[in-house]
């Protein structure tokens, strides 16, 4: 008769972890530790975030009137101003805002760039700038050169959109002025001509208008704190590092009390 193989004894998860109590401890310590210095090195960087509301463009002037009509548009136009707030010409220029500042860090465009994130909240309304940084108050800083800048870029596009309708009115104003000099008065050509001429000159007073009130479009701007205490992720980690520490433990502590068992059991076959 061939003899059996004698059968492993059950091994209890608690037995077995009591057992290798000594490694246990010494796997979550390890465990809690390596947490905590993955902390301090590779999570230590803090966030800063400000605020700043858009203005419905709708009830702006009609010369730089976008269309939104809807909820709907808003929040799709609030979108589009928060991908400008992170553009190149607004990071650019937060670049210099914060080279111009005391203690401010210096950096490219491009490097501002990859430490901001700019986004919108689904109902529209609020961009949202967020900036990473080895300190709360240089992230603060960055933040807020972010919004800044925003304001001040959009202020100088604006003008620059106005100044080249500004022109073109110009332009063709000149040309019927031209054409109305050649024109014989009480013709119907001088009369169009007249007609056309004034509908352009009050389309010149609203741009030139609209170019004097030009404004940045921000009902309201909530700045980043840079005095604000940064929150610690060291507490979580380490309850993370202990959770994992623990199942970790668990698993060998059972995987060795099973196979000294089973050597056990074949030797006393």
Same mark, same amino acid.
């Given at each position: ?37 993955? %902390? ?17 463009? %709708? ?94 870029? %959009? ?12 022109? %073109? ?101």
């Amino acid at each position: 008769m061939t003899a059996q193989t004698p059968a492993t004894p059950e091994i209890g998860l608690v037995e077995a972890v009591w057992r290798f109590r000594l490694m246990s401890f010494l796997i979550i310590l390890a465990s809690v530790l390596a947490a905590a210095a993955a %902390t301090q090195l590779v999570f230590s960087d803090v966030k800063a975030t400000a605020r700043f509301a858009v203005t419905d463009p %709708t009830n702006t002037n009609n010369v730089l009137r976008q269309g939104v009509m809807s909820g709907q548009g808003y929040a799709a136009y609030t979108a589009q101003r928060a991908a400008f707030a992170g553009s190149t010409a607004v990071m650019s220029r937060a670049a210099e805002i914060l080279k111009e500042e005391s203690g401010g860090p210096v950096l490219t465009g491009g490097a501002l760039r990859a430490r901001v994130q700019t986004s919108s909240k689904p109902d529209g309304g609020v961009v949202i700038v967020t900036a990473t940084a080895s300190t709360m108050r240089e992230a603060a800083m960055q933040a807020n050169a972010v919004v800044k800048a925003y304001q001040e870029v %959009t202020v100088r596009t604006n003008q620059q959109q106005l100044d080249k309708q500004l022109a %073109t009115l110009q332009a063709t104003k000149q040309k019927l002025t031209n054409r109305l000099q050649l024109a014989t008065p009480g013709t119907r050509e001088y009369r169009v001509l007249t007609a056309d001429l004034l509908k352009l000159q009050e389309r010149e007073s609203g741009v030139m208008s609209a170019r004097s009130n030009t404004n940045d479009g921000v009902q309201f701007v909530d700045t980043a704190d840079p005095s604000a205490a940064a929150p610690s992720k060291l507490p979580r980690n380490a309850a993370i590092g202990l959770a994992i520490g623990t199942i970790l433990a668990c698993v060998v502590s059972f995987l060795r009390a099973a196979g000294l068992a089973r050597r056990e059991a074949l030797a006393m076959a």
